[in-house]
């Protein structure tokens, strides 16, 4: 931890928010020693948020010391944008990446949206541009635009309605036409085949993380944990989510832990979830054949304090842009 404390707290407080983290995060592994470090960036972070009526919003894929720390909700990014639109406080600190704190802007522009770093990007919101958009429509005419959230504002204006793992298949199917583009991905749209009787037309971006698991990992862990259920992110191959017990976004899998009686369950998707959940869950077994990514992981304790001391770093979205990017957005919740 190198940034410099600028409040400083007793050694009573200090251990106080020490054995609060720890009370979470013990289920992690963390020890007292770790939590200790936590502390003072905790206290502050907190503190800072009280006086400048901000309020953090962290995906599930966030650090724990992050989620069970300092965030004020944790979710996945349909929950995280309903969250965005509706808050009363003047900042929001957007811990996650960077398309998730353009969709709090573009949905609450009165509000200054900071994310700690700006290279938290996305690996599929880097697949397409803008101009691909408008030559894809050029190139199929009248064929409505769904665009997956993990796209920039700029891609979104382009688009007729935007969805998320959450509600893909319901969007998809409300669209007044039998074909329909899907993007940017590629995978994302596969699994939507089977879901729907409409004609999807695809992109071939992809997930750094989710294009990683395989159909023989799924199968070889079945076989070593009889009764497991396996839950998929549905970023991941159709060979994947073909073994799924439940496929989805990351509030869905959680929804299913918390409604299941099974004991050991499978997360293919982020090692974070897996963390998030076992700290919440600790009489159930995660088996996480998990992978990091790495713009998820460019926030910690030192930028967010950073971010709240100094404003930084903003998110700007030119308002034409922003403006259409909106009418995208708020269709997908009207819709959803
Ligand atoms: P969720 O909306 O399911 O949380 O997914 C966001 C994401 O980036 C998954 O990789
Ligand atoms: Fe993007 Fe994949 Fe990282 Fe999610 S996990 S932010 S889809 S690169």
Redesign the pocket.
Known sequence: MKTMQQVSFSRHEIEAEASRLHEKLRHLKFGLAECMAFAPYTLEINLLKKEKNAVILA??YQRPEIIYGVADFTA???ALSKAAQTTDADMIVFCGVHFMAETAKILNPSKKVLLPDLEAG?SLSESITAKDVRELKKKFPGVPVVTYV?TSAEVKAESDVVC???NATKIVNAMDSDTVIFLPDEFMAKNLESKTSKKIISWSGK?I??EQFTEEQIISYKKTYPGLKVLV?T?CTPAVVKHADMAG???QMQKYVESTSAKQLMLVT?CGMADMLKAKHPEKDFIAPCII?PYMKKNHLENILASLREGKFEIKIEENVRKKAFKAVQRMLDLS
């Open positions: 995906h599930n996945d990014s349909l996305c993990n998320t793992s959450a997930c993380v989710h992110h970023e976004s990351t509030s982020e990514c």
